[in-house]
């Protein structure tokens, strides 16, 4: 049975690059549509939920950020823009990766790739498995997190980068190599992305968030007395 054909959404205002970008992942095998403004942008949307857009941040009617707050929870996002400062605000409104321009559109198609292998369901039966960490509490089969009773809302990208810290108790991880375990880079990425990501978890987490900066090197989890690993039937 043939995989489903995963469409894409480019929202851009510049024809050339939207032109180029539409080419290369259609030449990757994906279904795509393009997008010239913000509000064009939500109307296909909620026309047609894509699996992912490809989103300029500087648009010529709706700000790129805000059409990424108002479609966040149901879609994965890529932001695309040339300034620092719209690197991190992207990241800090729930954009799971970012590109600067002008950028390489085979680094563009081999990062899609990986969001969409990241985001795709899993079907079959299977273990999963629970973390305890002091009071954090972290399900990777219901993808929540709790501190204590309550629940923490968390970002796929805040959720799948806690669990990978998590998971190597008692081990630094580099920038590089959480880039390339949560965000499964072939190409050099950018290792702020990393750093933003640990901000976004240490201000929801509180005083619950157990990453440690170890400087010069990159990241790891403190140790907590009944910190554990369960398992349950899902």
Same mark, same amino acid.
């Given at each position: 049975?043939? /995989?489903?054909?995963?469409?894409?959404?480019?929202?851009?205002?510049?024809?050339?690059?939207?032109?180029?970008?539409?080419?290369?992942?259609?030449?990757?095998?994906?279904?795509?549509? /393009?997008?010239?403004?913000?509000?064009?942008?939500?109307?296909?949307?909620?026309?047609?939920?894509?699996?992912?857009?490809?989103?300029?941040?500087? @648009?010529?009617?709706?700000?790129?950020?805000?059409?990424?707050?108002?479609?966040?929870?149901?879609?994965? *996002?890529?932001?695309? +823009?040339?300034?620092?400062?719209?690197?991190?605000?992207? @990241?800090? *409104?729930?954009?799971?990766?970012?590109?600067?321009?002008?950028?390489?559109?085979?680094?563009?198609?081999?990062? *899609?790739?990986?969001?969409?292998?990241?985001?795709?369901?899993?079907?079959?039966?299977?273990? /999963?498995?629970?973390?305890?960490?002091?009071?954090?509490?972290?399900?990777?089969?219901?993808?929540?997190?709790?501190?204590?009773?309550?629940?923490?809302?968390?970002?796929? #990208?805040?959720?799948?980068?806690?669990?990978?810290? @998590?998971?190597? +108790?008692?081990?630094?991880? /580099?920038?590089?190599?959480?880039?390339?375990?949560?965000?499964?880079?072939?190409?050099?990425?950018?290792?702020?992305?990393?750093? &933003?990501?640990? +901000?976004?978890? +240490?201000? #929801?987490?509180?005083?619950?968030?157990?990453?440690?900066?170890?400087?010069? &090197?990159?990241?790891?989890?403190?140790?907590?007395?009944?910190?554990? #690993?369960?398992?349950?039937?899902?």
């Amino acid at each position: 049975m043939s /995989t489903p054909t995963a469409n894409i959404l480019v929202v851009e205002d510049e024809g050339s690059i939207a032109s180029f970008v539409s080419l290369y992942l259609k030449n990757a095998g994906y279904g795509v549509r /393009t997008a010239a403004t913000g509000g064009d942008a939500l109307a296909r949307v909620a026309e047609e939920m894509p699996s992912l857009i490809v989103l300029d941040l500087m @648009l010529p009617d709706i700000d790129g950020i805000e059409v990424c707050r108002r479609i966040r929870q149901s879609s994965d *996002v890529l932001t695309a +823009r040339d300034e620092d400062v719209d690197k991190i605000i992207g @990241l800090e *409104v729930g954009a799971d990766d970012y590109l600067t321009k002008p950028f390489n559109p085979r680094e563009l198609v081999a990062r *899609v790739k990986s969001i969409l292998r990241r985001a795709a369901p899993d079907r079959r039966e299977r273990e /999963t498995e629970v973390i305890v960490h002091g009071d954090l509490r972290v399900d990777s089969g219901r993808r929540e997190v709790t501190v204590g009773d309550e629940e923490v809302q968390l970002a796929p #990208k805040e959720f799948d980068l806690l669990w990978e810290l @998590l998971d190597h +108790r008692g081990l630094v991880l /580099t920038r590089d190599q959480l880039l390339e375990r949560v965000w499964g880079y072939t190409f050099a990425g950018d290792t702020r992305t990393v750093d &933003v990501h640990v +901000r976004q978890l +240490r201000r #929801k987490l509180g005083d619950a968030s157990p990453i440690v900066t170890v400087w010069g &090197v990159g990241y790891k989890v403190s140790p907590a007395k009944d910190a554990r #690993k369960e398992k349950t039937k899902t």
